[in-house]
């Protein structure tokens, strides 16, 4: 018997070696990514991992699993240490994945779930204190100790002991709230990776000839179509910060920073500029209102940023704050960010970023033509590096030098790698200069105008070797060559003036010393005449111009980032601009016929109307606005049974559900422009089966009449046929059934019980069709009746109380999680909310599913003084927050109703009182 075990030991051991072997090679062959895949094979929970010499961690696999074999990588997303040959096990095996940073969902389902759960990781060390006992995670005497002392999440930084006391297991589905920079953090929820080309299906019968077709003509002109969509959610006390950065800037500082900025924040909000630039990033993010932008690296940098976002015209455009990392630094500098980066924490720049003012600056305009008057030039460009002024723009010696330091950097970049040896160069270039003053003429071949006026002679009788335009405070590494007594005016980044000064050979170096430069003017355009190849320099890129007419005008205004002067008082946050948006209608006829062709649908829209909306309003809001329009616009013709379209999510336009209106946002489904269908004009072409389906008039059955078409779309939600209204399916029945119109009057008798009972039947199955959308129903009597929420919003109790006579319970929720209450309060309506509160109390506290938010919130937030007091009596909490961290006090005072929101606060203030004096027995 042992003669036989020892070859199945020895062969299981091979196994488990090929095995581990096998997998080992398999995670070689797909490479290890340090910055997030933004393609179509994208994983959630992807690892980043870079290499690191941390040695005093130890593998994350465990020692029973670890290789203990290849260069050590760490995650900057999640910062767990692994061997590189480790990283199958931990992946594969053990099945732990990183941090979520975006929602892999179907296009209709991206609004359903908002919250985020913390991501727990074990750590064998931890800095700080238990959030639980306060106690410290590690004694200062233990060293290289492998067990695991702490779980904390690597989102918001929370950190326990590896306690049962400190962290029990109801803790693992709490809900996180991002930490400290949750204000300036993108939530994975509003990253939403679309599905994949052809994936989304219609319900919408076609042949399959001209369906292929169309999908091969979508092909042809929509190739490269993007594979993630941003789906904000407005609010004014979130600033979502995207960062630019260049890992080689800065010697070997911008790779570090890359790292930190993955771990603080959401790594997709984090962008390496070696990687295409800003320009995918913008694009991405360019519908999310207050954003704001980090360019991290030099002026150029900055410049940059602003170029791209000029290029594809975000309106309005963020405000762009700077983390120096380049040489010069100027715009830095005249902003408040300092110089250069030393060691300051990365945490701490956040907090000064989302508390930083916004200023704007003025940007000039440079337009080069050839001087065709002028002799044979000497050998030069026929252009400048660069068409926007951001700082300044300067010809003459200044220019020169450079131009000198920007060869010698191209010929040995290794000799300029610090800040402190690129100043000794300009110094040195400097003082070469001051002894040849090659220079000293420079005003016998520049004619000057500004505004008109000619400033030539003022040039040649102070004998200037540079000319410099002047649009912020700081030139040339921090100078301040302005003198502000003597110039005609104070500076400003924003008077729309650019200041003008001269420059001699012997006023540069004394800038250094605190010197200043000739003042000559103050303008608003100039016009620069040369007659000879002169160096010229743009925000310190040099060249040398051949003889050329340059016109400087003003350009436009950009919103800067300042830092905050310390003690200064933070203002309020401002509501957010509203947007205007033009509003479109499409015919049934036309979206049947070109159902996969976007461009084709956009052409054949007619222009309905533009609407001015806020960025936080919902559908709901925007279809009353949409409906007066109609109503004053005779021109165009629309029933009222008309749906929103999605235009910019999937491949093609799909119909947003009504009954889900209340979830989506204005920027969630417009890019440009708002589409709106008309609905009732459409015909949905039926096979004999259907007609054979369907029960006569004459039948003694009375059964309602079977729906043609009714299917689930790929993403699990349920697309209505052409010829019923948007999304959410209406049960047509027999005549005999005793069909209503929707305008009869609701005093009048209701169908028959067996129909009634019918429909009940039907609505259920279709409910059953969209688990993911709707919520469960444990019972009949608690499920969701269209008619009773629709009573509820209009205020009609007869009816209410009618159905709840026959069985309906007021308890119900629909979609989005809302009760009966939830609309009652939001539409003001006093006394359904009445007889809601005795009939239904136990969903006096329910949240809705979208905002967290109980009736008490909704009545607050559109100011129903009357209602909030009956809640409140009826026993509302008014300490609940929602997703967004607003008490009903909050949004009262959010909504500018004083009277509301101190009536609150003074009931809040009660409840406490009440709490401390306790109950007497």
């Known amino acids: 018997m042992m003669r036989k075990r020892k070859p199945l030991v020895r062969n299981r051991s091979i196994y488990y070696k090929n095995r581990l072997r096998k997998s080992i090679s398999g ?26 010499s941390v040695s005093g961690d ?14 050590r990588m760490k995650c900057s997303a999640c910062n767990v240490i692994s061997h590189q040959n ?219 940023v602003l170029s791209v976002i000029d290029q594809i015209g975000m309106n309005p455009p963020p405000a762009v704050g700077v983390l120096p990392l380049g040489t010069g630094n100027d715009l830095a500098r005249a902003l408040g960010w300092g110089g250069g980066y030393t060691d300051e924490p990365i945490s701490k720049i956040l907090s000064n970023i989302s508390q930083s003012d916004t200023v704007l600056l003025d940007r000039w305009s440079l337009e080069v033509k050839a001087n065709g008057q002028a002799e044979a030039p000497e050998e030069g460009k026929d252009n400048l590096p660069l068409n926007v002024v951001n700082n300044y723009y300067s010809l003459g010696v200044d220019a020169h030098i450079a131009l000198e330091f920007h060869e010698a950097r191209e010929a040995h970049p290794e000799k300029f790698n610090s800040r402190l040896r690129n100043k000794m160069f300009y110094g040195q270039m400097g003082g070469k200069d001051l002894l040849k003053r090659k220079w000293k003429g420079l005003a016998d071949f520049v004619t000057l105008e500004c505004d008109g006026q ?34 005609s005016s104070e500076p400003s980044t924003e008077d729309g003036l650019i200041e003008v000064l001269g420059l001699t050979t012997y006023q540069l170096p004394l800038l250094q ?137 999937a491949e093609r336009f799909f119909r947003i559900d009504r009954a889900q209106e209340n979830l989506h946002y204005v920027l969630d489904i417009a890019s440009e422009d708002l589409y709106i269908l008309e609905c009732g004009g459409g015909t949905v072409p039926h096979t004999p089966e259907d007609e054979t389906a369907a029960p006569s008039p004459s039948s003694n059955h009375q059964a309602p009449h079977v729906i043609p078409e009714m299917r689930i779309s790929d993403e699990g939600s349920l697309d209505s046929p052409s010829d019923h209204p948007p999304m959410s399916p209406k049960i047509l029945l027999s005549p005999d059934d005793g ?50 929420f629709k009573a509820a919003k209009a205020g009609d109790l007869l009816l209410l109380k009618r159905l709840h006579n026959q069985g309906y319970s007021l308890e119900a929720r629909d979609a989005t999680g809302q009760t009966l209450l939830h609309h009652a309060s939001r539409h003001g309506h006093q006394d359904v909310v009445k007889y809601l509160l005795r009939h239904a109390t136990t969903v006096i506290n329910q949240k809705d599913n979208n905002l967290g938010q109980t009736a008490l919130h909704k009545a607050a937030a559109y100011k129903w003084l009357s209602i909030c007091c009956m809640l409140v009596a009826a026993g509302a909490n008014l300490d609940i927050t929602d997703y967004r961290g607003n008490t009903p006090r909050m949004l009262a005072t959010q909504a500018d109703d004083h009277d509301l929101a101190a009536y609150l606060e003074s009931q809040e203030k009660f409840t406490l009182v009440s709490s401390d004096m306790g109950t007497v027995v």
């Open 739 to 788: 069909q209503q119109d929707e305008t009869q009057d609701h005093n009048q008798s209701m169908p028959d019980t067996e129909p009634s009972v019918r429909i009940r039947s039907i609505s259920e199955r279709l409910f059953s069709l969209n688990q993911e959308s709707y919520s469960a129903f444990s019972n009949i009597d608690t499920r969701p009746n269209e008619e009773l």
């Open 86 to 304: 480790c990283i199958p096990v931990l992946t594969n095996r053990q099945r732990f994945t990183c941090k979520p940073t975006f929602r892999d969902v179907g296009v209709r389902q991206y609004r359903e779930q908002t919250t985020i759960q913390h991501h727990w990781v074990h750590r064998r060390s931890e800095k700080g204190k238990c959030r639980h006992c306060g106690k410290s995670f590690q004694s200062k005497l233990s060293f290289s100790s492998k067990e695991i002392v702490a779980i904390s999440c690597s989102w918001c930084k929370t950190a326990y002991h590896n306690k049962e006391i400190c962290f029990n297991i109801q803790r693992i589905g709490e809900e996180c709230n991002l930490g400290v920079h949750s204000s300036i953090i993108v939530p994975p929820s509003w990253i939403v990776k679309l599905p994949r080309k052809g994936s989304f299906k219609s319900s919408l019968r076609k042949t399959p000839k001209k369906r292929a077709s169309s999908k091969k003509r979508v092909r042809d002109k929509d190739k490269e179509q993007k594979a993630f969509v941003i789906k904000p959610i407005p609010s004014t006390n979130v600033t979502p910060v995207i960062v630019f950065i260049n890992p080689k800037s800065g010697g070997n500082q911008g790779l570090k920073l890359l790292q930190k900025f993955q771990w603080l924040l959401n790594p997709r909000q984090v962008f390496d500029l070696t990687q295409g630039g800003p320009r995918f990033g913008l694009e991405l993010f360019k519908k999310v209102p207050n954003l704001r932008v980090l360019a991290c690296g030099g002026d150029g940098t900055v410049g940059w």
């Open 513 to 649: 010393a605190g010197g200043h430069g000739t003042c000559i003017t103050q303008c608003r355009s100039a016009k620069i005449v040369t007659s000879k190849t002169i160096p010229m320099q743009v925000d310190g890129e040099a060249c040398k111009l051949k003889p050329s007419v340059v016109t400087l005008t003003h350009l436009n205004k950009a919103p800067m980032l300042a830092k905050r002067k310390c003690g200064k008082v933070m203002p309020p946050q401002a509501a957010l601009e509203n947007l205007k948006i033009s509003v479109h209608k499409i015919s049934m006829s036309d979206y049947e016929q070109h159902h996969y062709e976007k461009e084709l649908l956009a052409q054949a829209a007619v222009t309905v109307g533009t609407i001015e909306v806020n960025p936080t309003v919902d559908l709901e809001h925007v279809r009353g606005i949409i409906n007066n329009i109609i109503e004053d616009n005779r021109d165009v013709t629309i029933s009222s049974e008309w749906c929103f379209v999605d235009s910019c999510t």
């Open 454 to 487: 000619d400033i030539t002679p003022k040039l040649k009788e102070l004998r200037v070797h540079a000319i410099v335009f002047l649009n912020i405070a700081s030139y040339g590494g921090g100078t301040k060559p302005w003198n502000r007594s003597m110039g």
């Open 58 to 71: 130890f593998c994350y696999v465990g020692d029973t699993d670890c290789t203990k074999h290849g260069p």
């Open 27 to 52: 995670t070689a062959e797909r490479q290890l990514r340090s910055t997030p895949d933004w393609g179509e094979i994208a994983i959630n929970g992807d690892h980043l991992w870079v290499p690191t």
